[in-house]
């Protein structure tokens, strides 16, 4: 099949990379069509919404390139299958990664059977990932940007839905992205990058979470002494490892969120980001997705959460959905993030983290 | 391909009146200015508001030209509810958004009520008639509705109205290319026209309102429309809309024949081709011009997508923001929300043919064969 031939649904957000996927793909030679995703509706009191500017974007660049250009309305789907998956972790006192769920269910589920339905051989993003259709089967690798790379965000599509999509910026670095844009002279060229949960955007996070979720205050307990420490707005406001807005200080050192208990409504807090109550040395995870199939135990590296720096790590399959993944020291491990393995630049699969263990021993992260 | 079946929504500009109009572009004097240049204006417009008024059988002096049906049907109802102290109104579950959302936003100062329609979307008279009380002021009702074409029993209306000191507000923008609309006959003390639905450019409505009719006026300026709608005479467009009314009326039995004999194809079509749909309402009481289907297998939002990539455009509900369709409250309220997410509107024009009608039908086969061998059904 040729290009020519080939259609490839894009997915715009009216973003400068969704925006440079299209061209980029077009300058192939592909078949390509624009379409945007409407999740989340955030009209105010006076009729202002964020998605009416990005579509107006969408339309602007699919005019300029001269690709059609479409809208697909999934707040329902995005409703029923991220947010309350949000809303419910949050209240399980986890915390969540909305970010994988969207790719799971939305963009690359109910989006990607959408873009089929049209008659797509592909679905495009402007994720910073990249994927290969070979002999040897599908393969997701990190993005060549490193400090964009986004396979953490991505972990849970199956080797079914990666056959079916394109990432044309993977190869590419952000800068190269920025400047594709200046040069195809995009409408979007200097749009500022999104940033945060879409749904929640620039508002106060602990504002929009109260207007879901009842905030419970508590007290805040000094882990080592005991000690009450003041009060907490609802343990839901709070994750592992977290420094800033706890209201406490003196001498010692900053304070860090080192766990809560459900029970009593206790915020459990330490002093020192490199203290032994937030350090871990292994996790259980479920949700376990493996894009090919894997030994039953195998060495390999591992994120924990987005950005930061592999770690070496040992895995064990327990069973049909059930992994654990021993490490020599980490700190800050959150249950409901994602834990994201990795053989070199290829990704191996993901999973949920649920427990966080310290020499076999659970850590009260979630008593 | 590109077949264009969406003439509800609007139409193109008829060429014959386009001409005219570009051939009296040359009077461009203000008809409120007093000197020659004005008068021949004057003159020019008023001639255009005598033909609109023949056509409906009013007198001169009860027409209104405005920008749109919409800013037409906000004067009547932000004039009426802000002319009485809370009074009492009637209207359907079905009206279009130009009604719909103007009494949403006066509900503070008015007691609206909301008469509820049959699967057919024809409201029950004894509910209007149970629902008239000494305090109704205005009712409030589109005679052919713009996303089914179901036609209302306006002379039924018209009695119960009789009966009571209300005043009838009559939407006409979808029923004047179809049906003989005479405000005599309809009995009616405000009606709304749109010329963009009639062959005529966007940018020009009517308003009839009957003499000695009190209500507020809602853009206040200059004196002009005997001070019921300030701004500068729109002469060029009065006058296009004068003759889109008049080609209208005098083709209307003819087009019909056209429209009803493409209804039926696209119908029979559908039916052969093993396409499964349902006609939301009765065709026999629904104008020829529109028709409303029900596909049980799809939605709205992917069928316009999908129709869209083959050359149909059609519509679905209304347009919300982001480019995405809101179901149509006029199908809900005749069933129910699913039934309104998966249903479309194919409205037609004497342009098109018969063998456009079997494009659409083979096209959607496609889409529903492609749709079930590839397990999405």
Not at chain 2, 5 to 16: G, L, S
Request: proline share 3%; hydrophobic share 35%.
């Amino acid at each position: 099949m040729t290009n020519k031939d080939t259609t490839v649904v894009v997915g715009m957000s009216g973003g400068v990379d969704s925006s440079v996927t299209a061209k980029l793909l077009l300058e192939q030679g592909y078949n390509v069509v624009g379409i945007f995703m409407k999740n989340w509706d955030d009209t105010d009191e006076f009729g202002v919404c964020t998605a009416t500017d990005d579509y107006e974007d969408v339309r602007l660049v699919a005019e300029e390139i001269g690709i059609p250009y479409y809208s697909v309305n999934f707040e329902k789907e995005y409703h029923d299958r991220v947010f309350q998956y949000f809303l419910d972790e949050y209240k399980k006192g986890r915390t969540p990664n909305p970010d994988v769920m969207c790719n799971k269910e939305i963009k690359f589920k109910a989006f990607l059977d959408h873009a089929m339905k049209l008659g797509a051989d592909y679905v495009a993003t402007g994720h910073y990932a990249r994927v290969t259709h070979d002999e040897n089967g599908v393969q997701m690798l990190r993005g060549v940007d490193n400090n964009k790379d986004q396979t953490y965000f991505l972990n849970q599509l199956t080797t079914e839905q990666l056959s079916k999509v394109m990432f044309p910026l993977g190869h590419l670095e952000k800068p190269e992205v920025r400047r594709l844009a200046h040069e195809y002279d995009l409408a979007t060229k200097d749009k500022k990058d999104s940033t945060g949960i879409c749904f929640i955007g620039e508002r106060d996070f602990k504002e929009f979470l109260s207007s879901y979720l009842p905030a419970n205050p508590g007290r805040m307990i000094n882990m080592e002494t005991g000690e009450d420490k003041g009060k907490h707005d609802g343990l839901m406001y709070y994750t592992i490892g977290q420094r800033q807005g706890l209201g406490i200080g003196g001498d010692g050192g900053p304070y860090f969120v080192a766990g809560k208990n459900l029970e009593t409504n206790e915020l459990y807090v330490v002093q020192g980001d490199h203290h032994e109550a937030l350090l871990s040395t292994s996790l259980t995870a479920s949700e376990v997705n493996f894009i090919n199939p894997v030994a039953e135990a195998f060495e390999c590296t591992a994120k924990f959460r987005y950005r930061q720096k592999d770690v070496p790590v040992s895995v064990k399959v327990l069973g049909d959905d059930l992994i654990e993944v021993s490490y020599d020291s980490a700190s800050a491990v959150t249950p409901g993030q994602a834990v994201v393995l990795y053989d070199g630049e290829t990704v191996i699969g993901g999973a949920t983290i649920d427990k966080v263990f310290r020499k076999e021993e659970a850590l009260e992260y979630l008593a | 391909m590109s077949i264009y079946v969406d003439y509800a929504a609007t139409t193109p500009i008829d060429k014959e009146i386009l001409k005219s109009m570009l051939d009296n572009a040359d009077k461009f004097g203000n008809p409120s200015s007093i000197h020659r240049i004005g008068k021949e204006a004057k003159a020019f417009y008023e001639t255009s508001r005598k033909n609109v008024a023949q056509e409906l059988g009013a007198k001169p002096d009860e027409i209104v030209f405005t920008g749109s049906a919409t800013e037409a049907n906000n004067m009547v109802i932000r004039g009426i509810t802000s002319y009485y102290d809370n009074p009492h109104i009637i209207t359907t579950a079905v009206e279009h958004a130009s009604v719909k959302e103007t009494y949403a936003d006066v509900e503070k100062t008015a007691d609206v009520t909301y008469l509820s329609v049959d699967e057919n979307g024809r409201i029950n008279i004894d509910e209007l008639r149970n629902a008239l009380t000494e305090q109704t002021k205005l009712v409030s009702i589109i005679m052919v509705n713009n996303e089914t074409g179901t036609i209302q029993p306006m002379a039924e209306i018209s009695e119960a109205v009789k009966d009571s000191n209300a005043l009838l507000h009559v939407d006409a923008v979808q029923a004047f290319k179809q049906l003989p609309v005479n405000v005599n006959t309809l009995d009616c003390d405000f009606l709304t026209l749109s010329g963009h639905k009639l062959h005529a450019p966007k940018g020009i409505g009517v308003l009839f309102i009957k003499r000695n009719t009190h209500l507020n006026r809602i853009i206040t300026g200059g004196s002009q429309e005997r001070e019921r709608r300030a701004g500068t005479e729109n002469t060029l467009y009065a006058h296009a809309m004068s003759l889109a009314m008049h080609k209208a009326k005098t083709s209307r039995e003819e087009t019909s024949v056209v429209l009803q004999a493409l209804k039926e194809t696209l119908l029979t079509e559908l039916q052969q081709q093993e396409v499964p749909f349902k006609i939301n309402g009765s065709a026999r009481t629904q104008t020829n011009h529109i028709v409303n289907l029900y596909f049980p297998w799809s939605t709205s939002e992917y069928l316009l997508t999908a129709m869209d990539m083959a050359g149909i455009y059609a519509s679905g509900g209304s347009a919300c923001n982001a480019g995405t369709v809101q179901p149509s409250h006029v199908i809900e309220a005749m069933y129910d929300e699913d039934r309104a997410r998966s249903s479309i509107r194919f409205s037609f024009g004497e342009q098109l043919a018969e063998k456009d009608m079997k494009y659409i039908a083979a096209k959607l086969k496609d889409i529903y064969t492609g749709l079930d061998s590839n397990g999405f059904i």
